[in-house]
């Protein structure tokens, strides 16, 4: 995701206050990326229910 995007999500009015909020630790990244997977394994990308 853009720093701009979310930038926009967080309604931040400038880019380097967004900046401050987005900086993450080793450990946040990490469990971002397993949540992430999570909710896309999640996901019924096959649209089996259609």
């Given at each position: 995701?853009?720093?701009?995007?979310?930038?926009?999500?967080?309604?931040?009015?400038?880019?380097?206050?967004?900046?401050i909020?987005?900086?993450?630790t080793?450990?946040?990244q990490l469990?971002?990326r397993?949540?992430i997977?999570?909710?896309?394994?999640?996901?019924?990308l096959k649209?089996?229910?259609?």
């Open positions: 995701m853009s720093l701009r995007a979310i930038q926009e999500l967080l309604g931040h009015m400038c880019p380097k206050t967004t900046a909020y987005t900086r993450l080793e450990t946040t469990n971002t397993r949540i997977n999570h909710l896309i394994d999640e996901l019924d649209g089996d229910d259609q």
